[in-house]
């Protein structure tokens, strides 16, 4: 997109059918930018209470997709020009919700305003008319979206990486674990139980206390 200078940015959303985003059907342009964004960022936590402990154990879960809230503006009163009416314009953008028979999924959408681009898929939108005419058409409206963030899974690959030198994991010691049976299911070989027994001072490796939370080292290399 190349704009001349002083020229308005419009917020854009392309929309593809696929979620590589290589199969483009169409593109949405907002009426009007919006005055704001909000991001949502969640993590997951897993609580689990060992024996005889008076709090559970808390261990990362993971991330959760990260979320973006836009609030969409709409005006046909004829204070600026527009080729289309309000409702066609809002069923153009709730149309980004709705099931799709080719692909089985609704569409993804890849929002762009200026040099921020947010990829992903809209998860709900609220609208609020405002205004109507004398046939009761609306002439004004107010849409809340809510768009979920989607990242292909070698995009993901590349930018989070499980075995990474500062990233450490818990192991909550059950009835009949074994130290090398950690090892094979963490780190897909038995002989890493010594890094594991030599991270928790374990003085006797091979008799794990179930409850017992263990602290699991990165995999060197």
């Known amino acids: 997109m190349i ?3 002083n020229q308005l940015a419009k917020l854009t959303l392309d929309v ?15 009426q009007f930018n919006p005055t704001e964004l909000s991001f949502g960022l969640k993590n997951r936590y897993t609580n689990e209470q060992p024996a005889g402990a008076s709090k559970p154990a808390t261990s990362y879960a ?8 836009v609030e969409f503006f709409f005006d046909g009163t004829g204070v600026v020009e527009a080729a289309e009416t309000v409702r066609a314009r809002l069923q153009a953008l709730l149309a980004l919700t709705r099931f799709q028979p080719e692909s089985h999924a609704p569409y993804y959408v890849r929002l762009h305003w200026g040099d ?6 809209m998860l709900s939108a609220d609208v609020t008319y405002h205004l109507f005419d004398r046939q009761g058409e ?16 070698d995009d993901l690959a590349k930018t989070e990486r499980r075995e990474s030198s500062d990233l450490y994991q818990t192991w909550l010691v059950r009835a009949g674990d074994t130290i090398d049976g950690i090892a094979h299911r963490v780190y897909g070989a038995v002989e890493f139980w010594r890094p ?7 003085a006797n490796p091979r008799s794990l206390v179930p409850g017992t939370v263990l602290v699991l080292p990165p995999k060197a290399g």
Not at 62 to 69: F, I, M
Not at 138 to 153: L, M, Y
């Open 16 to 30: 593809f059918r696929d979620q590589r985003f290589t199969q483009p059907v169409g593109r949405w342009q907002a």
């Open 138 to 153: 609306p002439v004004r409206a107010r849409v809340k979206a809510t768009f979920q963030e989607v990242i292909e899974p």
């Open 116 to 121: 921020f681009v947010f990829p992903g898929v």
């Open 3 to 5: 704009l001349e200078e």
């Open 196 to 202: 594991v027994a030599e991270a928790n001072h374990l």
């Open 62 to 69: 993971g991330g959760e997709p990260d979320e973006l809230t």
